[in-house]
Structures are given as structure tokens and as C-alpha cells.
């Protein structure tokens, strides 16, 4: 028998997994327009809402689309953790963690919650007593979308930042971005309309950086 013992192999990370923040902004940025389209945060009258076909539909493609985007979210959270390295902080990725695992499981149960909303107000639709529901489904999933799922990816944008800020990992603009939504994401909430959709255009910009990061330095190499 040979003593020599075969090297393990070490995993790398891809170097397309910069570009999951891209197509993760793009799904769960999609989504959360075709919902913001469909479920009206104002009280909208029950006849009117199934009147709508549009909305229904709408929601049902944003249903779709939302699984997609929390997988792609999760591959650019380890592309992140891959980019800042050896030199992770135990406190700081401890938060960085807790914050995006909390955020897809946020949108889980945000597509859960309106898939159940759906189906229940058309099961009931013969009834005649889909209205409250109607308004209390409504505002739960608002509320999801626009209050506590944006607090968690607040944390998640300031925490990584910081992160960065710290170790020189992004330019001096991208990090006043990164500041600038995670306050508005934290403080502001549900009371400016679209507000949550800066989180997705934060991992847009942070992934596009990724990627060509990534380029520049295996050019250099």
C-alpha cells in the first residue's frame, strides 16, 4: 500500500457568485413591485379587489419569483463572507448572519402568508364573509413587506458595511450608500412608499462590485 495519501481538495468559491446579488436584486426586486401592484396598502373595497384580475395574477408571478430570489440572496451572502475572508470578525458575522438568514425567512413567510391570502379569499368567495379577512390579510402582509422584513435587511446593509468599512473592502461611495439605506431602511419604514426597494438596488450595486472586483483581480493574476 502507498503511504502517500491523496490531497484534499479545497472548495473555492465560484467566481460567478458575485453575480447572485445581481440576478437576487432583480428577482426579489421584481417581486416586491408586482406586490406593492397587487395588495393596496390602502383599504380597497373586497368586490373591487376580485374584480381585478391583474392583481391576482401580479401576485402569483411575485410568489414565484420570491423563492428564486431568497436562494440567489443566500449564494451572495456566502459570495460576501468569501470577499471579506480570514479576517471575519466573530461579533460582526455573527450579526451578518443572523441578519440575512432572518431576512429570507422573512420573505418566506411573506410568500407563505400571501399564497394563503389568495387561496383563502377564493375559497371563500361564495360565502360572503371574505371581507374581513380580506383587509386583515391584506394588512399582515403590508406589514411583513414594508416593516420587518426592511428592519432586518437594514441590519444586514449597515452590518456589512461596517464590515467593510473597516477591512477597506468597498470604495468610500459605495460605503456612504450603504449607510445612507441602511438608515433609511431602519428609521423610515413603511412611511415612504417603495422605500424597501432600496435594499435591492444596495445588492444590485454591491454585486455588480463583486463581479468585477472578482475580474479585475483575476486579470491581475
Keep these: 500500500m502507498s503511504d502517500v495519501e491523496p490531497l484534499a481538495k479545497r472548495l473555492r ?13 432583480l428577482l426579489l426586486g421584481g417581486a416586491m ?31 414565484v419569483l420570491l423563492p428564486y430570489g431568497g436562494i440567489f440572496f443566500l449564494w451572495f451572502t456566502g459570495a460576501l463572507r468569501d470577499f471579506i475572508g480570514i479576517h471575519e470578525d ?3 458575522a455573527t450579526v451578518f448572519l443572523g441578519s440575512s ?5 422573512m420573505l418566506l413567510v ?19 364573509r371574505q371581507g374581513d379577512f380580506h383587509h386583515y390579510g391584506r394588512y399582515l402582509t403590508i406589514s411583513i413587506l414594508t416593516e420587518y422584513a426592511p428592519r432586518m435587511a437594514a441590519v444586514f446593509t449597515l452590518i456589512t458595511t461596517t464590515i467593510s468599512a473597516r477591512l477597506g473592502l468597498f470604495p468610500r461611495w459605495l460605503i456612504v450608500f450603504g449607510y445612507v439605506v441602511g438608515a433609511v431602511l431602519l ?16 445588492v444590485l450595486v454591491v454585486g455588480c462590485f463583486l463581479l468585477t472586483f472578482r475580474r479585475r483581480h483575476r486579470t491581475s493574476a
Excluded: C
Excluded at 54 to 60: G, I, N, P, W
Excluded at 101 to 105: C, D
Design 13 to 25: 468559491t465560484p467566481h460567478a457568485a458575485g453575480a447572485a446579488g445581481i440576478l437576487a436584486a
Design 187 to 202: 428609521l423610515v419604514g413603511r412611511t415612504i412608499t417603495w422605500s424597501e426597494l432600496l435594499f435591492h438596488v444596495w
Design 33 to 63: 413591485v408586482l406586490v406593492r401592484l397587487a395588495v393596496p396598502e390602502r383599504p380597497l373595497d373586497l368586490a373591487a379587489y376580485l374584480a381585478q384580475t391583474s392583481s391576482r395574477e401580479a401576485l402569483r408571478a411575485a410568489l
Design 110 to 128: 411573506f410568500g407563505a402568508t400571501g399564497r394563503a391570502y389568495m387561496d383563502t379569499i377564493d375559497a371563500m368567495k361564495d360565502t360572503g
Design 101 to 105: 438568514l432572518l431576512y429570507v425567512a
Design 90 to 92: 466573530r461579533f460582526f
